[in-house]
């Protein structure tokens, strides 16, 4: 292996550099986690991470997924793959509407919000709609929820999941359900 020795004369100039870099941008050089808490512990996602998050069943692991990427998408403007294999793309879609107009989900799913409430969602729905299919061919921020479990099992899996990425070319992808796969 190669060494990668180095003197502390050398490092000046490499840790001003970063040291300036990562004062300019408040400390967070990745992706901000909508917790500043967690972005003063990690300097937000970073490229080439793996984040596992885990707990027991129904313990909301899917919830706090949708949350960190509407956060990246919206705050950050950045390029979202959700992969599910835990529900169906139209139950997280309903989820991240929810998430994006911070409203109850309940009320949402079961079609019971007050008609202001409901024309704000659709408002900013349709607003976001609008500008993803605009700015898609920019590579431009959009949100997209993929799963492959129309496939009925037979297609699917890392392979399937890697073509997507290639084809969609995301700045953040979120698993969920990486157990099924």
């Not at 990690?42 to 490229?47: I, L, S, V």
């Not at 297609?155 to 698993?175: N, T």
Request: hydrophobic share 40%; net charge positive; charged share 20%.
């Amino acid at each position: 292996e190669v060494g990668a020795d180095l003197t502390m004369s050398n490092a000046y100039g490499e840790l001003l550099h970063n040291y300036e870099k990562i004062a300019s941008v408040g400390g967070v050089i990745g992706i901000p986690y909508p917790w500043h808490v967690l972005n003063e512990e990690t300097q937000g996602m970073q490229g080439g991470q793996f984040i596992v998050l885990y707990g027991r069943p129904k313990s909301m692991k899917s919830w706090v997924a949708i949350d960190m990427a509407v956060h990246a998408y919206i705050n950050s403007r950045k390029r979202v793959m959700f992969y599910t294999r835990e529900m169906s793309p139209q139950m997280v879609s309903q989820r991240v509407a929810a998430r994006i107009a911070r409203i109850d989900y309940k009320k949402f799913r079961n079609g019971q919000l007050q008609p202001e409430t409901k024309n704000y969602v659709f408002t900013i729905l349709k607003e976001l709609a609008e500008c993803d299919q605009v700015n898609n061919l920019d590579r431009k921020p959009i949100f997209v929820v993929v799963s492959d479990r129309s496939s009925g099992g037979s297609g699917g899996g890392v392979g399937w999941l890697q073509s997507k990425i290639r084809d969609f070319k995301p700045d953040i992808v979120f698993v969920d359900g990486m157990y099924l796969m």
